[in-house]
């Protein structure tokens, strides 16, 4: 494919923009509507699904997504739609389960789906990831991570950053940033893709940093309610930072062990901590301090990050958006770009609707809510390359790190 360096303005969202490379099938429509209008140019209108945990204990993330796609819906349409046709969004519940994602990827062809903007978790998404390869369905996940769900799948691309990216980046901060740390431990889950894809490429890169990695401890989901073994080797070993690479629901039982044992190092975590302050009777004050590495900060002050809080805010009943909401706001804004470079219509066939998509994101630069000025490219194999941010967490609130 040609490369073209290609800077889009999108409205509402920043410039955001998407590619495009080849696929082929067809699909059935139902009714139902996530939020959208009838086409302004005929009845025909984009059907983009979506898939992610809206119940259970990822729901944090599923919702985040869900809220912010509608928005992004409601203001695409409200400006007059994707080359003159309005959108019509449909978001299913997976609850993070692969065998149910998939359930709810079929229910969605079934709807008619044309595109998939999803799915949230990188488990279900990788299994989901299989079959829109199978149908040439075009399918853009807003924050599944791992590697994955995009291997040797030419239709299946990310806005979040891969697993290897995350643990990279988080290993050159912490070394380059908190420099006073010199003993580092970390606890993965080992039965999960996204975990251990992110600590593996930390380890790797930890060799390099100015720090040694002098304790690691694993669990696995049948096992992920007692840390004291693994926080009791830290501790012995007298870690000063402890790394968790994993999701936020877990972080909350392993912050309030390490403060019943009295210890108390600097936390650091990735994009699945994102959701601990809104973990259900967690003590969050034992969240002050710590640091997570995500795309998104939302007290930011640029006017894109300012007007997307304040409207997820007033959608969401003064509810702060987490980074898993700013990447499907990108998402969203990203296909409505790459839709429009492609010249597509809805009543185009699936094939062709995903040829034109996979073909332009390698050739197209992004700036949205989750990167910088320097904004989002994608290479031939699915994977974004964007700038991370740090955040902090302080009095009870996610701060950008200055």
Request: net charge negative.
């Amino acid at each position: 494919m040609k490369k073209l360096a290609k800077v889009l303005s999108l409205m509402l969202a920043g410039t955001m923009v998407l590619s495009m490379a080849a696929c082929g099938g067809s699909n059935s429509s139902k009714q139902e509507s996530g939020g959208a209008e009838n086409n302004t140019s005929s009845d025909a209108v984009f059907k983009i699904g979506g898939i992610g945990p809206t119940t259970g204990g990822a729901a944090q993330y599923g919702l985040g997504v869900k809220n912010a796609a509608e928005i992004a819906v409601d203001e695409i349409n409200a400006a007059g739609g994707i080359n003159g046709y309005k959108v019509e969004f449909k978001f299913e519940d997976d609850e993070h389960d692969p065998e149910k994602s998939v359930n709810a990827y079929n229910s969605l062809k079934d709807w008619g789906m044309q595109i998939l903007m999803g799915t949230v978790t990188s488990g279900p998404s990788t299994a989901v990831s299989a079959e829109a390869v199978n149908d040439s369905i075009f399918m853009l996940t807003p924050s599944a991570s791992s590697v994955d769900v995009i291997k040797d799948k030419p239709n299946v691309f990310q806005i979040c950053f891969t697993d290897p990216n995350q643990g990279l980046a988080s290993a050159q901060y912490i070394g380059q940033n908190l420099k006073d740390i010199t003993k580092v431990a970390a606890i993965y889950d080992s039965s999960d893709v996204y975990s251990s894809g992110v600590y593996s490429t930390f380890k790797a890169e930890a060799a390099n940093q100015p720090f040694e990695i002098v304790a690691e401890g694993a669990f696995t989901q049948d096992n992920k309610t007692d840390f004291s073994v693994q926080l009791q080797q830290a501790k012995d070993a007298g870690a000063e930072l402890l790394f968790l690479p994993f999701y936020y629901q877990e972080i909350s039982l392993v912050l309030t062990q390490a403060d019943d044992m009295d210890y108390k190092p600097i936390i650091f975590g990735v994009d699945g901590m994102d959701g601990i302050l809104g973990v259900e009777n967690f003590n969050t004050s034992l969240a002050e301090g710590v640091y997570l590495l995500t795309p998104f900060v939302a007290d930011a002050t640029d006017d894109a990050t300012v007007k997307f809080v304040t409207a997820y805010k007033e959608k969401c009943s003064d509810e702060v958006p987490n980074q898993f909401a700013a990447d499907a706001y990108d998402a969203m804004y990203t296909l409505k770009a790459a839709i429009e470079k492609a010249n597509l219509t809805p009543e185009d066939d699936i094939s062709a609707i995903c040829e034109g998509l996979v073909g332009a994101i390698t050739e197209i630069t992004v700036t949205g809510l989750t990167s910088d000025e320097t904004g989002m490219t994608w290479n031939a194999e699915g994977e974004v390359s964007k700038a991370p941010k740090a955040m902090i967490i302080k009095n009870g609130a996610y701060t950008s790190v200055e």
